[in-house]
Each structure stands twice: as C-alpha cells, then as structure tokens.
C-alpha cells in the first residue's frame, strides 16, 4: 500500500474530530463516523469492513482479516495466543486467527476471546476494564485447566481490536494477560484503523508492535452535548452464555463453526445476516454460504453500543439482550443492504426475530425474518 497523508474533519453532534491519515487505503474506504450516546467517548468509528454497525460484504471481511494475519511477523516466539476483543471485535480476532492458521499451520498458537457473558463452569483466567466504553467490564475465560495451562504458557499475545483510538484498552488487555502469562516475551497488536500514533506502546508491560491496515493520528474535542448523553442502566451488566454456546469465549485451536441448519437461497437474493452481539463469526460463515448458493450476502450485528442517530447511523432498532443481562442492545441500519430477507445467527433462543420484524413495521417494510440457532460441540459431543 502506498503512504498517503489526508486530513480530515469529522463534525458531530457531540464534538469535533481531526484526523490525520498517515499509511493506509482511502479513509472512507474503510469507515465513517458516528455520535456515541456514551458521556465517556462522544465519537464512533463505523467500520464498513467489519460487519457491525454498516453492512459489508463477506470477502471485504476476509480480505481484511487476511491482510492482518499476513502483518504479523513469522518468528513469533510460540505458543502464541489470540486475544479477540468483545464484543466488536469477535468476528474479525476469530477471522485473523483462522487466516493466520491458514498461512501457518505448524505455529501451537489458541485463540481466546474476551465476553461481557459468564460462562458456567469455566476458569476466569483474567479480567480488566475498559473505560471508555459503555460495558467497560472484560472477562477471559478458559473451558479447563489444560487450556489455563497453555494459555499462561504463552511467550506471544497478539491482541485484536476493531480501531485503536488510544490504545489504553490494548494496554489494559495486556497488563492483565501479562500477570497470568509469566512467560510472554512479546505483544502484537492488531486492528482495521489504528489512531493512537503508537503512542501507547511505550506503555505496554512488554515490547509491542502495531499492525493495522490504516494508520492515523486523531484529536478529539469533545461539544457541549457529550455531557447530556446517559448511558442506560444495566449497560455493563453481564449476561450468561448458553450451555451448547460458542467455545471462542473459552479456548480454541482451529476456528470453529456451528452445528445449524442448512440454508435455502434463491439465485440472486439479497440476504441480510444478522450476528447476536459476541456471537459474529458465525453470521460470517452464514454469509458465505448464501454466496456459494447464488444468493448475495452482507453481515451485520446486534451490539450493545449506543449511538446517536444522523451521519453514519440512518436508523435505529432496539433489541433485548438474549443473554438474559438488561443490557440495551441495538441494531442500526437495518436496510442499508435492501434485502429481500433477513436471518438472524443466534445461539440463544430470545425475541430477536419479533423485535426485527417490529423495527421493519416501523420503517414501513416487511421482509421475512428468520433465526438461525446454532449449537456447538464440546471435544466432539453435543453440549
């Protein structure tokens, strides 16, 4: 990629952005922006690459978590660790994981997310917080004592996240692993969009390098409306995992796929994805199998994050968390994609689909709506 320098000035209810694009692909590219209602961070970087808050396609989502797996440097000292970041960035630590184990099946490396959900039965192997967020709490959990066992083992952390706007929560992140792993030796952090100019590396408890696809410098000045937003009671409220959940929240060697239903896609169909908070990487698969039918794919996500409608945000949905935690949860631009249909990848049972097809009611449409539930094994048996 050839180095660009832009400057832009990013306007929003809640203050003013400056950016400065130092490295990388087109800025709008690969983002736009948004007001948070969050008093803590006024701003929102919407990727349209992740699969999140705007439709994207799913060979932009691979592309990008090839590109970052391709970055990471060869003589890692091994084992090495993944860390994913909930709850935006499952999908893409997942997907980096899966392409990085593609490119280097011989490297002993695990994956490991981090969860606003309590897993029953597992070992909390660390925990930190994030403080600008609207759930600030992290929870890295791990199914036994074997995968404990090698997770401390590490001598490698690589770190991701969907943008680095500070790098305090990398920081964070790691100066919570690196008291459990007392044999790490390095970090590598990985993200889409990396703000920070790197400044926060010096901070971190080892020596750290930075991959990302665009690198950047912002200055945030925060309007007079940050003050007036509220966050929502029960925001940072932990809900529980489902017993035959996703085994990312606690361990992983290779990627995982779900045990589900097969799909029936009409030649041509524009079929939206729906991913249910943490659980993402699934819709990607999802996506990619309505491609390989004939059918024509975006993904996007059900999240917790608050945001103010205008700018990247056309509209939004309110959802029930189906994890059982209180926690507000939102879908926004629920037609960006124009589908002739929706399916919603859950691991949980909940009232996803009504409250998909009241948000359709509200914007005078109806669309079929339907949901994908998903099972996944333990060391090869039906939870």
């Not at 909930?86 to 695990?110: M, N, Y």
């Not at 995982?256 to 030649?267: D, I, Y």
């Not at 390989?292 to 996007?300: H, K, T």
């Not at 589908?339 to 009611?361: C, F, H, N, Y």
Request: contains cysteine; proline residues 5%; glycine residues 8%.
């Amino acid at each position: 990629m050839t180095p660009i320098t832009m400057q832009e000035t990013i306007c929003l209810p809640t203050g003013t952005l400056s950016l400065t694009v130092d490295h990388g692909p087109h800025l709008h590219d690969l983002c736009d922006f948004a007001a948070r209602a969050n008093p803590r961070r006024g701003f929102l970087v919407v990727s349209k690459i992740l699969g999140r808050h705007l439709p994207a396609t799913p060979q932009a989502m691979r592309a990008s978590m090839h590109d970052l797996a391709s970055r990471l440097p060869a003589d890692m000292p091994q084992p090495v660790v993944f860390l994913g970041m909930a709850e935006t960035a499952t999908a893409l630590g997942q997907g980096i994981f899966a392409a990085f184990r593609a490119l280097r099946p011989d490297v002993d490396a695990l994956y490991l997310q981090t969860a606003r959900q309590k897993v029953e039965g597992a070992i909390l192997l660390a925990a930190f917080e994030e403080g600008h967020s609207h759930a600030t709490t992290h929870r890295v959990q791990v199914a036994n004592s074997d995968l404990a066992a090698k997770a401390k083992s590490a001598r490698t952390l690589v770190i991701v996240d969907d943008e680095c706007s500070t790098g305090k929560t990398y920081v964070a992140a790691a100066n919570a692993l690196a008291a459990v792993m007392h044999s790490l030796e390095a970090i590598e952090t990985c993200c889409i969009t990396d703000w920070s100019g790197g400044g926060y590396l010096g901070d971190m408890p080892l020596t750290a390098r930075s991959h990302a696809i665009l690198h950047g410098r912002m200055h945030w000045e925060a309007g007079a409306m940050v003050a007036q937003t509220q966050l929502a009671p029960k925001t940072n409220e932990a809900g529980t995992a489902p017993i035959a959940g996703m085994r990312s929240r606690t361990g992983l060697y290779d990627a995982e796929a779900a045990q589900r239903s097969p799909l029936s896609v009409r030649t041509g169909e524009r079929v939206l994805v729906l991913g249910d908070g943490e659980h993402s990487y699934e819709a990607l698969l999802v996506a990619e199998e309505v491609e390989r039918l004939g059918g024509i794919a975006a993904v996007q996500c059900i999240t917790r994050t608050p945001a103010l409608i205008g700018s990247a945000m056309q509209n939004a949905a309110r959802f029930s968390d189906s994890y059982g935690s209180g926690a507000p949860c939102f879908l926004y631009n629920i037609l960006a994609h124009e589908p002739d249909r929706i399916v919603i990848v859950s691991e949980v049972e909940g009232e996803q689909q009504a409250e998909a097809r009241r948000a359709l009611a509200e914007l005078g449409t109806d669309l079929p709506v339907e949901t994908l539930l998903c099972h996944y094994l333990a060391d090869g048996v039906a939870a």
